[in-house]
Structures are given as C-alpha cells and as structure tokens.
C-alpha cells in the first residue's frame, strides 16, 4: 500500500493536538487541585499533587518531543522540494516552526502550562500552522512529492509516533 504524505503528517498534527489537550486538561486540574493542598515547611509532599505534577511533565516531554520530531522531518524532507516550486511558502512555513519553536520554550514546562497567558498563544500559532500546511504543502506533496519521500517521512515520525 502506497503511504500517503498528508495523511501520516495530519494523523501525527492530530495525535499533537490531542496530548496537548490531554495535558492541558491536567495543568487545568492541577490548577484547581494545588491551592486546597497548603504545605507547611517540613511537610511531607502531598503525593496527590506530586503524581499530577509528573503526569504533566511526562506528557509535556512527550509533546515536545514529538512536535521538534515533525517540524525537524519537515525541514528535512519536505521543504527543500518545496523550495524548488515555491520558495516563498517554504520560508513562511519555515518561519512559522520558527515561531512555534520560540513559543513553546516561553511556555516553560510543568504546571505553568495552565496558567501561562502563552499557551492560548502557542496553541493558535500552531492550529493556524496545521490548517495552512494541510491545504498547501500536504495536498502538494501528496499528489508531487519523489515517492520515496512518504516511507522516509513515516519511518522518521515513527520515532515519536510509534503506532504509525
Ligand atoms: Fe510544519
Ligand atoms: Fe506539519
């Protein structure tokens, strides 16, 4: 069967965008969980709080690893062919992981991901940077793109997205 492009890299935007829903909703209970929990010095950690702060963490190492993992297989495989039939969305898109990249460093990691007046920030960069992508550069390379390209693209997001 024949890989197609835009579907293995919206199916991994798709995956993305549903941990970071799943850690969001965490930071949010986290959020609501942490101010009932006042800890006096010498306190034993309350292991309730403790568990959801790793639980965070997890996920969000999670998401940037896989995030780093698709802007990088982008780069690499996608937008040098881009490039030689439209330079100028190459650099936009290119651009745009910029952004993303910055962005998601501002946030910081762990629980201030609930709290952080970034998040909403980031999360919309990235919404608008998946629609463009899915229009352009994903419907173009699935119908243009060298067809070696699909199984090198899917083994590289398989590193982060295993059940590919
Ligand atoms: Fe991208
Ligand atoms: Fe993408």
């Given at each position: 069967m024949t890989v197609q492009i835009g579907h293995i890299l919206l199916a991994d935007?798709?995956?993305i965008d549903r941990l970071l829903g799943e850690v969001f909703k965490l930071a949010q209970a986290f959020d609501a969980q942490a101010p009932q929990s006042v800890r006096?010095?010498?306190d034993e950690p309350d292991p309730v709080i403790e568990q959801m702060k790793t639980q965070i963490h997890v996920k969000w190492v999670e998401i940037e690893a896989s995030l780093?993992?698709?802007?990088?297989?982008?780069?690499?495989?996608l937008f040098?062919?881009?490039?030689?039939?439209?330079?100028q969305e190459a650099l936009a898109l290119q651009g745009e992981h910029q952004a993303i990249r910055n962005t998601f460093t501002e946030i910081g990691t762990g629980v201030?991901?609930?709290?952080?007046?970034?998040?909403?920030?980031?999360?919309?960069?990235?919404?608008?940077?998946?629609k463009r992508e899915s229009e352009l550069l994903y419907a173009w390379a699935s119908a243009h793109a060298p067809?070696?390209?699909?199984?090198?693209?899917?083994?590289?997001?398989?590193?982060?997205?295993i059940d590919l």
């Open positions: 935007h798709e995956r006096r010095l010498g780093m993992n698709h802007m990088q297989a982008e780069e690499t495989f040098p062919v881009l490039k030689q039939v439209d330079m201030v991901i609930a709290t952080s007046p970034i998040t909403p920030h980031f999360a919309q960069l990235l919404r608008s940077h998946t067809p070696n390209i699909a199984e090198t693209l899917k083994m590289r997001l398989k590193r982060t997205f």
